[in-house]
């Protein structure tokens, strides 16, 4: 914190956190202090929702459901078999978080409205198992008599005790948040939810990634639960039910999806708001949904993400290039990759019909075809994007059949994309430093036990300048990656591929949408490239681009490899004009 | 017997028509509309209103709820999907939540807590339809839920609106650059999508009356059925609400169906309506995990 | 509502021409929004009928707050009342959870709730600050399985409760008094408020073969089982826990529907009887222009008992849960004083209908009936 004053840098972050110490000061009678401490229950929850919500952007409706687990574990243990705060509290948390493990495997790999019902349903059998469980649960009437916070014999008053106490958990939740996401494990996050396939593409491990932001969910709801339950001191279904889960929702949009201070804000705000309205008798509840909708409405990026467009940060000063560390060479052997009649197809379409090819290491091979001829489907399938459904990928001698992308871009074979898959936000140095995630150790107990400024984001920009420098990028790598033009953008995608040291590079019509003289300068560092030792395939149409660069050129048509030698013999193949002036003739 | 099926037929022609708007919007903006429930009870209480005002039959009244709540519907749509259009879905399912609570606690304001009946559609009582006797009420939901559930398919297949509100749906950039109006087309999903839980509330809120706190139950059943049918499949959303009613209604008449189950220990528990609940989710889940394109095949291409 | 802050300020205008012998501040914390919001109603209502007929003298200052439905919103309710000064009692959420969330507060702070709420642990807990002024599940329970065993001599019951905390612990209390009074369940089986459709429930029931229908549920789910247990011709005798007597309950249902039904509560006011019960029936009606439930009854006797302690002295919360816990009071229902528990009201009656209007008649009254059975 006085760190932060001192550079000046986070002024309003600085002032929220006083008027956060000075609210309760104030405003401080049992009823003022309960409800802040209920504000701070609710923040825990939040924080723990920001993981699955905001971070892995998936709509989990199982928060409020985890919450209410958390809450009966303490409140059966702590009223029924008179166990202390050290018994129940690790044991709601680990409670919410086995559910998660065991749920996870079915649900996880759902897309949105899909997970988001799947979840919506779980939390529902919960509540409903939980009115049936009369003789464990109470049923509907709950279990009363729950104790508040006992630790070894002593135990915490309500009031300013507990409210501290709970604050406590607060900080300590923010602070444990703030090292998972605010470091180099953080920015996977943000390429994941940005584009789960870009994600996976640099080596990241999203199935895995996705697993622990739910798990970090449960625990904090768990967490939060137990809180909730030594406040209120009974614990009832109407823990489980939908209305929590709709609070920590709104709460969790109108602060902010990823940022701490969102989920603290969001939290203080709305569980006063209510009580701020209380003056309206029956009309309250009516008030506090248009107040929602307005927030929702006007400040779509969450109140401390409006503040933050509002007060643009000074840029962060670029770090000094740093080269990147040797990666230890594969066995040479030829070809580097070969493709063995591989098939994949869409319902009826055979997108890719039993295509063989090989590349040599150091060779610069075009990849040409009319419209749908299946290029980007055929580099889909050999980065595991794709299964095919017959037919061999070996990279380095080795077979590919099976492998997830993550594990076969960190065998050294990266791509860009047709239509670029950056992360807007971020600045194009952490854009290309989030690849450097796979190699430089960034992990979830790495990060955690960081002291200050997490040293591996540290290194993996500076490594990402050095990239972005020999790519050609100057003092704009500073600046979001949503604000750079076409051209430049290009570049940073080449030089994220790039940051995996790759083998083998696969570039999706890299020269779409330049100008003639970025393209020369494209095909400038593309030799460079090969000097260094990079295999590379060109998916392109840009023939003027392509023809001076590739050793070789491959054409293909419906599926199907039509030409395959130098770029003058394949230009002159008839089948090659066919494919090229058929298409041409159907469109006309 | 068939009057239990009858019933649940009735009850099942009301889901679908509640389903049926929900999959509407669900096609136009890829969206969630989660006030869909809450709709449905707007209906139902509008009818009411109605029905004190207007001493008529319920089948009269319809055309009435069917404007107001398409009024509605288009307020819905200016309130909480433009201002976000350019959002991800989730902003919209988050601020249809909020028009939720704005509605639930305005009918409760409105017309108090107590549950409230909507006049039937022609007239109560019983009919014999041979040698059973089922509710005349539940034979004229029936029977209005298919008028408006054939009225839709018309509208939609054979119509200028209905090319341009399919169009909308399937592409929206593409209806754009041909010109129609996607704004216009968007806002008249909202009036049909709300008059069809409209209706569907004017239907149920004689036989089951109208609560303002209906609407949550209801939204978790277009949305359980919109997925079994098949995300964005409108004759998917259909069949899913009648197949939902009819489990909800005849596993806990198992027993009666088949006399010997009743005597099995732990019948009475096995074949209640709360354990038919559980079950409907966990089949949803079963669905969802191995067959995530529902019963009848996906019809929306989601967004990757 | 604001005509009552207007009618309350017209009060608080008047009252100095009288004597002024005490002040009394009592919060009105109950659910008006929810799934129980026309109880809560009916509990405000009560509540503010007996601040506006306060005996002469006494000032009352009220103030009504929502509790919504989860525990926490009617703790903060308690605790913003409690911030704001002195107060002399608090009219209390009918909700069992609520209630059991506030006990623990209402102690440490030495005010008492006074409400109507039925579930039975709240007076289970040794808590001294809790006066309920509705006969408890043990107590209306206790009615409803001695009308349906000594009037309607049944053996065989069925039993429809639902999956709330009303409905669960008086699910426990009538099947100890059946047990007792020899009844047997054949069957029984707890419904969701969601659920819509009665007919496989009703027809499982029926297959049972019992000689009495038995409801412990909600005014919707109530109305729905009376309803399509008529379109079905059921023809069993029904006898519904308090949710039929409410008059809102009775209005969604045809005359013709309601015959051969009957229904535990306190009290009916629409039914009229003696002249106290009509002067409130006629001045609720002219207040709130609705039908008067036993809830709005109850909480009315309730508050005018405090508010009677006060006018005979009782200057604060301590005094005011003293007189409750030792004095006795009688209000309108009936005669109320404490078991020493909290439990105020000790008599029930069973309202039936005749088929030809939605009001009842009362058809047994049961006077101390906890004395009596033991």
């Known amino acids: 914190m006085i760190a932060t004053l001192q550079n000046g840098r986070h002024g309003p972050l600085a002032l929220g956190a006083l008027l956060l110490v000075a609210w309760p000061l104030v405003f401080s009678t049992p009823y003022d202090l309960r409800v802040f401490t209920l504000a701070g229950i609710y923040a825990l929850l939040v924080l723990g929702y920001q993981f699955v919500f905001g971070h892995a952007g998936a709509l989990a409706l199982t928060q409020g459901a985890f919450f209410g687990l958390g809450a009966y574990v303490t409140g059966i243990l702590g009223a029924r078999y008179g166990q202390g705060f050290l018994v129940t509290f690790p044991l709601s948390i680990a409670l919410p978080v086995l559910l998660a493990a065991v749920v996870a495997a079915p649900v996880l790999r759902l897309e949105t409205h899909y997970f988001a019902l799947a979840t919506l349903g779980i939390a529902q059998v919960l509540l409903l198992v939980c009115l049936l469980a009369e003789p464990l649960t109470g049923g509907a009437n709950g279990i009363p008599g729950v104790p508040g916070v006992e630790i070894l014999g002593l135990s915490l008053p309500r009031g300013w005790p507990l409210l501290l106490f709970v604050w406590a958990w607060v900080i300590a939740g923010a602070f444990v948040a703030q090292r998972i996401t605010g470091g180099l494990y953080g920015k996977a996050f943000q390429l994941m939810r940005a584009s789960a396939t870009a994600a996976q593409c640099v080596g990241i491990d999203i199935a ?193 059949g099976g492998l997830r992308p993550d594990t076969i871009a960190r065998r050294g074979l990266a791509r860009t994309f047709q239509n670029l898959d950056l992360v807007d936000e971020l600045t194009a140095i952490d854009n290309v430093a989030v690849a ?109 681009f392509l023809m001076p660069l590739a050793d070789r050129l491959i054409c293909l048509n419906v599926g199907r490899v039509i030409a395959n030698g130098t770029p003058e013999e394949v230009q002159a193949d008839p089948r090659v004009i066919e494919a090229y002036l058929g298409r041409r003739g159907e469109q006309a | 017997m068939l009057q239990v099926l009858v019933n649940s037929l009735a009850l099942g022609s009301a889901y679908a028509l509640l389903a049926l708007g929900f999959v509407l919007i669900l096609n136009a903006v890829n969206a969630v509309n989660f006030a869909q429930g809450d709709l449905v009870m707007a209906g139902g209480f509008v009818a009411v209103a109605f029905g004190m005002l207007l001493p008529v039959p319920g089948i009269v009244l319809l055309p009435l709820v069917l404007v107001v709540m398409a009024l509605i519907g288009r307020a819905l749509a200016a309130v909480a999907y433009f201002p976000l259009k350019s959002r991800p879905p989730v902003s919209v399912f988050i601020s249809t939540i909020a028009v939720g609570i704005i509605l639930q606690n305005l009918a409760n304001a409105l017309f108090g807590a107590e549950p409230r ?61 041909l010109g129609i109006r996607v704004n216009h087309v968007i806002a008249a999903t909202f009036a049909i999508a709300a008059a069809y839980a409209g209706a569907a509330g004017l239907l149920l809120a004689n036989t089951f009356f109208v609560t303002p706190t209906d609407g949550g139950n209801y939204i978790l059943k277009a949305y359980i059925a919109v997925v079994i049918g098949g995300w964005g499949s409108v004759p998917g959303a259909v069949v899913g609400a009648l197949l939902i009613a009819l489990f909800e209604v005849m596993l806990p008449s198992l027993p009666l169906i088949v006399p010997g189950l009743a005597g099995l220990p732990g019948a009475s528990w096995l074949f209640s309506q709360t354990i038919a609940t559980i079950l409907l989710y966990l089949m949803l889940l079963v669905v969802l995990v191995v067959r995530p394109q529902g019963l009848f095949g996906e019809a929306v291409q989601r967004r990757a | 509502m604001r005509r009552f802050i207007a009618l309350a300020v017209g009060f608080l205008t008047l009252a100095p021409v009288s004597v002024v012998a005490a002040d009394a501040s009592i919060p009105v914390l109950v659910p008006i929004t929810g799934f129980l919001s026309l109880e809560g109603t009916s509990q ?185 247990a008529a379109a079905m011709n059921l023809r069993l005798p029904i006898v519904s826990g308090s949710a039929m007597h409410q008059p809102p309950t009775a209005a969604l249902l045809e005359p013709a529907e309601l015959a051969g039904v009957c229904a535990e509560t306190n009290a009916s006011p629409v039914s009229g009887g003696t002249p106290e019960a009509d002067r409130f029936l006629e001045q609720y009606r002219r207040e709130f222009n609705a039908e008067p439930d036993g809830f709005a009854l109850g909480q009315y006797d309730g508050v005018m008992m405090v508010l009677e302690a006060v006018a005979k002295g009782a200057s604060n919360a301590a005094a005011v849960t003293q007189a409750l816990s030792t004095g006795s009071h009688k209000g309108v229902a009936m005669t109320y004083r404490s078991d020493g528990k909290g439990n105020m009201a000790h008599s029930a009656v069973i309202v039936c209908y005749d088929g030809q209007t939605r009001v009842p008649r009362i058809a047994k009254r049961y006077d101390e009936i906890l004395a009596v059975t033991r």
Request: a positive charge.
């Open chain 2, 117 to 177: 009946a909507a006049p039937p559609l022609f007239a109560g009582g019983l009919v014999e339809l041979g040698g059973i006797v089922v509710s005349r009420q539940a034979l004229a939901i029936i029977a209005v839920a298919a008028v408006m559930i054939a009225a839709q398919y018309v509208l939609f297949q054979r119509t200028a609106l209905g090319r341009r509100l399919r169009a909308t749906a399937q592409d929206r950039e593409m209806a754009e650059a």
């Open chain 1, 208 to 400: 895995r990634l996705r697993l622990r932001t739910f798990l970090f969910s449960a625990a904090y709801a768990g967490a939060a639960g137990a809180l909730f339950v030594h406040t209120l001191r009974v614990v009832s279904p109407e823990a489980l039910e939908f209305h929590v889960m709709v609070a920590v929702l709104a709460m969790t949009v109108v602060g902010g999806r990823t940022r701490i201070a969102g989920a603290i804000v969001g939290a203080v705000l709305l569980v006063h708001l209510p009580e701020w309205f209380r003056f309206l008798e029956s009309y309250y509840l009516i008030a506090y949904g248009v107040a929602l909708l307005a927030m929702i409405v006007l400040a779509p990026d969450g109140l401390v993400g409006e503040l933050e467009r509002r007060w643009p940060q000074a840029p962060e000063t670029l770090p000094t290039a740093e080269p990147l560390p040797p990666r230890s060479k594969l066995i040479p052997r030829e070809p580097l990759l070969a493709v063995s009649d591989l098939r994949k197809r869409f319902g009826g379409v055979r997108a890719v019909d039993g295509v063989s090819l090989a590349l040599k290491r150091g060779e610069i091979v075009g990849l040409i075809g009319p419209n749908g001829s299946g290029k980007t489907t055929l580099i889909n399938v050999i980065t595991g994007l794709l299964q095919a459904e017959n037919g061999a990928v070996r990279f380095a001698g080795e077979p590919l």
């Open chain 3, 44 to 228: 405000r209502n009560g509540a503010l009928l007996a601040i506006k007929n306060a005996p002469a003298g006494v000032r009352v200052t009220y103030d009504v707050s929502d509790t919504g439905v989860a525990p926490e919103t009617a703790v903060n309710a308690l605790e913003r009342a409690i911030s704001r000064g002195p107060v002399t009692a608090v009219v209390a959420s009918m909700l069992g959870t609520q209630m059991l969330a506030m006990l623990p507060v209402a102690q440490e702070n030495k005010v008492p709730l006074v409400t109507v709420s039925g579930t039975a642990s709240i007076t289970e807990r040794n808590n001294p600050y809790v006066f309920r002024f509705f006969p408890g599940d043990a107590v209306v329970k206790a009615a409803h399985i001695r009308y349906a065993a000594e009037e309607l001599r049944a053996r065989r019951a069925a039993l429809i409760y639902q999956t709330t905390a009303y409905g669960q612990s008086g699910r426990q209390h009538l099947q100890e008094n059946a047990h007792k009074a020899g009844i047997e369940i054949v069957f029984e089986e707890s419904i969701e408020v969601a659920v819509r459709d009665m007919s496989p429930v009703l027809g499982k029931a029926k297959a049972a073969n019992p000689d009495v229908l038995l409801l412990h549920l909600h005014a919707p789910s109530t109305a729905l089982v009376i309803r399509q």
């Open chain 1, 436 to 544: 450097r995630a796979a190699f430089e150790g960034a992990g979830l107990r790495q990060a955690l036990l960081a002291v200050g400024r997490d040293p591996t984001l540290e290194r993996a920009r500076r490594q990402a300048r050095f990239l972005l420098e020999r790519i050609g990028l100057g003092e704009e790598m500073g600046r979001p990656c949503g604000d750079l033009p076409h051209g430049t953008r290009r570049r940073v995608e080449i030089a994220r591929a790039l940051a995996l040291q790759p083998s083998l590079l696969l570039l999706d019509e890299p020269a779409a949408g330049l100008s003639e003289s970025e393209q020369a300068d494209l095909a400038r560092r593309v030799e460079i490239l090969r000097d260094d030792g990079i295999t590379m395939l060109i998916v392109e149409h840009n023939m003027p």
